[in-house]
């Protein structure tokens, strides 16, 4: 039986509406809500978002629950040091001949703490390392929605690179959520 494109894809997207301060109210804050369909947590899920963030002249702090929080210092309008906490997962196809199952899904999530540094050599231009401890690591295996498989992984150092074109409003901060992006990144 043949496999095709749209049995593989896992559709996932999102909508969210944010206002941003003014600064008679409160310079530098910005809060938003919305709602997705996402595979961040390994599993499709339709997660309610939210998100909080806040900047003054050399930091910003950006909340995206629940998946995400982030401090960082802008010591320069080229360089961001910061610190994170994020969720990342993911679902995947797996093809019918690896699997004694009809639907055979991978679903993989990560909880990590770690430093990161964003460097823009160019406007356009953002290269980043993020590292750190993955906390929690979870690996399934499904047939559709149904658990074949499960392993619990041991925390372990990362370190991942990053190479992304961005359009910034200031010099140091993203655009609205999400910032228009295009990024290709590696993990070790």
């Known amino acids: 039986m043949p496999v095709y494109l749209y049995e593989d894809a896992v559709r996932q997207g999102a909508a969210m509406a944010v206002w941003q301060a003014t600064p008679r109210f409160a310079a530098g804050f910005g809060a938003g809500f919305g709602a997705a369909y996402s595979t961040v947590f390994g599993t499709p899920v339709p ?17 995206l629950l629940p998946s995400s929080v982030e401090a960082w210092w802008v010591p320069s309008q080229r360089v961001e040091l910061g610190l994170a906490v994020e969720a990342l997962g ?3 196809r797996r ?17 990590t703490i770690g430093p990161s540094l964003n460097v823009r050599p160019a ?9 750190g401890v993955s906390l929690y690591r979870r690996v399934r295996v499904t ?19 990053r190479l992304a074109l961005r359009r910034y409003t200031r010099p140091y901060y993203p ?5 228009p992006s295009w990024a290709y990144g590696h993990s070790a």
């Not at 997660?47 to 909340?63: F, I, Q």
């Not at 655009?175 to 910032?179: I, S, V």
Request: aromatic fraction near 8%; avoid cysteine; charged fraction near 25%.
């Open 47 to 63: 997660p309610p978002l939210v998100l909080l963030r806040h900047s003054g002249a050399s930091w910003r702090a950006e909340a």
């Open 90 to 92: 993911s679902r995947h």
């Open 95 to 111: 093809g019918a001949e690896e699997a004694l199952v009809d639907h055979p899904f991978s679903e993989a999530l990560t909880l």
């Open 123 to 131: 406007p356009l231009l953002q290269l980043g390392i993020d590292s």
């Open 143 to 161: 047939d559709d929605d149904d658990e074949v498989n499960r392993y619990e992984l041991d925390p372990t150092a990362f370190i991942r690179t």
């Open 175 to 179: 655009t609205t959520f999400p910032a």
